[in-house]
């Protein structure tokens, strides 16, 4: 089995969706982006690859590298 291949129990499924649509639903409209949507679950999926079940660890992990349009802009200017 590679790195790649992770089976899921439809309970840890639903589990990471609902992570999923906890970390969307506190995204500000500017932010419901594509890219964000892709990029938090990609973390959870990601997190949870490490053997993480813990639904607060998992929601850290979701909204680890998503940033907001001000905070990216601000980043650059400095």
């Not at 938090?40 to 590298?65: F, P």
Request: aromatic fraction near 4%.
């Amino acid at each position: 089995m590679s790195d790649h291949d992770v089976a899921y129990s439809p309970e840890e499924l639903a589990s990471f969706k609902a992570v999923f649509d906890e970390a969307i639903a506190s995204l500000s409209p500017l932010m419901l982006t594509t890219r964000n949507r892709l990029q938090i679950a990609q973390n959870v999926l990601a997190c949870a690859a490490t053997g993480e079940r813990d639904r607060v660890e998992l929601g850290l992990a979701a909204r680890a590298s998503v940033k907001d349009r001000g905070e990216a802009q601000l980043e650059v200017r400095l």
